[in-house]
Structure formats: C-alpha cells, structure tokens
C-alpha cells in the first residue's frame, strides 16, 4: 500500500531563517506531488505541484520555492522566512496519468509552521 | 473560469440532526471530478467521496450521502443523525486536470 511521510510535524523558525520541508512517499511510481498551505482557520492553498522528476509548476508567486529532486520526494524551501509564511503545510500525492483529474489527493500528516 | 463555493461558512447542529453541506462549481467544462474532504481537529485530510461530472445518482455511505446536479452546478453532501465525531471543516475541490482546487471549507459543530 502507498504510505507518504511529511516531516517535520511543527516547526518554529525566526524570520529571516532558511526552510526545508520534505515530503516522501512509499509503494508508487511517478506519482503527481503537491504541496498546499493552510492559514490558521483558512483554505487549502495550492503552492505547487509535480508531474515528473524536475518538473515543478507554481501556482501563486511568493518567498518559497520547491523541488523534487527524486521520483517520490517532494521538497519545499525558502531562502529567507517571513511573518506572512506561517500556516499549516499539506503534502499530497496522487496518481498520475489521470488527465482528467479523476484520482484523488492523499496527504500527509502536515507541517504546522510558526514563524517568529 | 473556474470557481468553486462552499455556501456555508460554519454549520452548528445538535447531535442526531441531519445536516447538508452545499458546494457549487461553476465552470464551462463538460468532464469533471469532484471530491469531498474531511478535516478532524487533528488537521489531517481524509479523502471522503469522488463523484464524476455524468454521474448524478444519488451516493449513500452509511450516514453519509451525495447529490450532485448537473444543471445547478451543486455537489451537496448529507450527514444523516449527526454525531460529535462529524465536527470538523469539510471541503469539496472540484478537479478536471493535474490541479485540485478547494473550496474555502464549511466547519461542522455537533454539539451533544
């Protein structure tokens, strides 16, 4: 069965300080990646998202960046952190193949950021 | 464009009450999926329901049903004799290619 693993589970990092999320997932190839943000109270908010190894496509211009650098590992980075970066950050993997979008999302546990 | 609403923000029921969660999907494409997603006070995101844009038969799981309506764009989703364990914020994302868009989320409360 497909596992995906997110850590860190809460972070709290000054302004300023550089991020590193990492996201992974078990028991699938060549799956779609995301990363998505959720404000305290708020939506889901598509950041990214990954068809392939390399291929990233961003979704809303802003202070983070992401990669993947591996078939099952999804990274989300920032140089420099700021207020406006706190959230809770989802990772999620689909199949792929499915152009018309009829798979669905599964995520993992989250990563609650505080920034200070 | 495509749009996705969620109609309530917050929904408040007593426990054992049916309660339906309206979302509506405006968008000009013929073939589309649309999902229902439950999020518990732990934050994590629990894949609940994929319905497809021909399908508009009725869905029932349990205490849990779906009516989607082509011709209003609407994807309601029914809890039927509410439970404590139902709160939590509820969302449906409509999807039709790489990308899955949520809408802004209905919190559920049931009180006992």
């Known amino acids: 069965s497909q596992t995906i693993h997110q850590w860190p589970a809460t972070l709290v990092q000054p302004v300023g300080s550089p991020l590193s999320l990492e996201c992974t997932v078990e028991g699938t190839s060549n799956p779609n990646l995301y990363w998505y943000r959720q404000a305290a109270g708020r939506g889901l908010q598509l950041l990214f998202y990954?068809?392939?190894?390399?291929?990233i496509s961003s979704e809303v211009p802003q202070n983070l960046s992401a990669s993947r650098p591996q078939d099952r590992q999804f990274i989300l980075s920032s140089k420099k952190l700021l207020l406006s970066d706190s959230g809770f950050y989802l990772c999620a993997w689909r199949l792929s193949g499915t152009g018309l979008g009829n798979s669905p999302l599964h995520f993992g546990n989250g990563t609650r950021l505080t920034v200070t | 464009a495509q749009k996705v609403t969620q109609v309530q923000t917050e929904i408040s029921v007593v426990e054992k009450e049916d309660v339906t969660l309206d979302c509506v999907y405006e968008t000009r494409d013929t073939t589309y999926y649309l999902f229902w997603y439950k999020q518990p006070p732990s934050g994590e995101l629990v894949f609940l329901i994929r319905?497809?844009?021909?399908?508009?038969q009725n869905e029932i799981s349990g205490r849990y049903s779906w009516n989607f309506q082509k011709s209003t764009s609407s994807f309601n989703f029914t809890i039927t004799a509410s439970q404590v364990v139902d709160s939590a914020v509820y969302f449906c994302a409509p999807s039709n290619t790489d990308k899955l868009i949520f809408g802004t989320g209905t919190r559920l409360q049931v009180f006992p």
């Open positions: 319905r497809n844009s021909f399908d508009e």
């Open positions: 990954s068809v392939g190894i390399g291929q």
